[in-house]
């Protein structure tokens, strides 16, 4: 098999940390492998540089900024081909540009445009492992870029995709997918599969194991994603097609959200076009909106809820006042003791009544629920915070997730 | 004017030298001159990398190594190219790569084999400061390269010569080059200016603010180039052509090697090809032999003396044992309590009487001349040891350097 194995800032945290990677890839390489590794900086290498440029100027240019990151992934990978090498391995470390991973030009959040796998490729015919800086690459002019945030994971799926390797195993601090937060709900069980679907579902929604753009990648090309740990054999969670999970449960796992606020506009001007002219406005602001309901009041006016990052809350009460101001909006109020429960799994897809269930826990365990969205393969809900645990161990109960 | 500065590693040493320097270069760049600044790696950087690599391999491969420590240097020139920018100037940050230092490929000691000094003829002519990494360059290969010991020296030399600067300023933590060790002959002169080649015989004797490989590139490119100190606008020392130097003195300054060892070797058998096949046995181990003397015995046997490093002084001792054994030596003897006073100066070329003097200085002082070695513009003695600072402030008082 062709495995590309990415070893995240934890897991190269410190010496004795990287030699332990070696040792992996070692291990997967004599089980006849053929392996590239992808690697981020030591943790806290990025941030330390982060805290030199900001030393010098709040809004340090792009280009310097990616000159200056990049320079973490390259020690790290130079360090994991040397332990390689020393085991007695053929290895060889790559940058971002030898490994021909081309992106646009937009310095600190570039996206990979093309990968030019010719020396990969070359390299692993010799039997080389491939150690390879992730979070860059290099632009059309030739200079180097880097990916942003989550960027390593997003070269190793594209790696993996561009070499069709046979599977790409993203090693962190946690050790899989689990059906619900384990700090919440001690029951909860690792997933062993799960679809693409269901993991940017979870994700989106506080399951930070992975980026979505990473997912969407991993979705996109087709590449089979396994997250687990680097500090144990235990085996990790499988991300992958629908069609490659056998027996889909019919829910795969409960998530909560509790950066979320909560925004009510009472007496919306019952003119057309005020609705959208308040959503567009937000949406020029990068305000992210989530949940939203609407119903009519008596008086004929409109009353609109919708749910906001906590992060975002300001910005957009700063919009909605403008609309107040101007009498389109009789009143508007603000909760930050919300929090979001999500109960996600392809397996709703084909089966009524997950939703009912929902609904049912919540009403036996006392929970009101303030709002209601749903997907295909998601419900939402939206309650208030100090009810949070009980909500998810309630569901997690209810669809016998521990099981 | 157009002005290479170079800073080294103490002078980039932390967030606030490194704002020192953007401050310097930005005066000097409010004079009217174009500067290309080039920079080590912070002071230490380099030396916690190379304690990664030993960690996990005594003998780390050198690709690897180069990909490793390229890295320091990025990180600086990235830092002062944000700084300068954020002074309000146009600046931009290059690794050795952009620059266009193309390298041979011995990885670790790379030589520059030529500069394309298009990318960078391209942004002066846009008004930029140009901040590049030094110490680095790229291969035929695309691959990254160092350049060895004094490696960010040397690409500011070679970037100087390729661009036709009219000036190569080479920042360090001393101000200049002096008479002689201020810290043996506290009336010690900076010199104001220098030959390459008087500057070639201090380096190589122990004056060691630069290497003489960026010497010796100065020399053959024609570089102006100016040692002086970071921390204060005080003048530095121009290293230039002897034409140059309008009224050169007779003696530039005084140099003291105490890292030399001699070696005797009594009995030489009368044999031809002796001599030479000693020499020969030590050239292959690469002993770098410094003065020789030989004398016949009364025997009809030779006695030949000859000093190399302290650190080599094992490696010649075995193979001057194998000759003692063979019996083609009589005996031998070793003594590292000696040093080396040498006189330099381009004057005593048309003026006789600077070797007399020397020697006459050390009778005066009662110091016996173990071996003389001279060549056009130096007068070397060797001598025991604890004679070392009476030497030096003799020859510096007979010369009248204080004057």
Known sequence: MLIVQKFGGTSVGDLDRIENVAARVSKTVKKGNSVVVVVSAMSGETNKLVGYAEHFSKNPASAEMDMLLSSGERVTAALVSIALQEMGHNSTAMTGRKAGILTDNSHTKARIEDINTDTMKCAIKEGKI???????????KGDVTTLGRGGSDLSAVAIAGALKADLCEIYTDVSGIYTTDPRIESKAKKLDKISYDEMLELASMGAKVLQN??????????????????????????????????????????????????????????KPGIASDIFNKLAEAEVNIDVIIQNKAHDGTTNIDFTVPVSELLGAKAIVDTFVQKGDIKDDSYNEDICKVSVVGVGMKSHAGVAAKAFSTMADNNININMISTSEIKVSMVIDEKYAELAVRGLHDAYELDK
């Open 213 to 270: 753009r990473s997912v969407e990648m991993a979705k996109k090309l087709n590449v089979n994603l396994v997250t687990r740990t680097s500090f144990s054999d235990e085996e990790g969670t499988l991300i992958t097609r629908e069609e490659n999970i056998m027996e889909a449960p019919l829910v795969s796992g409960i998530a909560l959200d509790r950066n979320q606020a909560r925004i009510s506009l009472m007496g919306v001007k019952d």
């Open 130 to 140: 491939l150690v390879i800086a992730g979070f860059q690459g290099v632009n059309a």
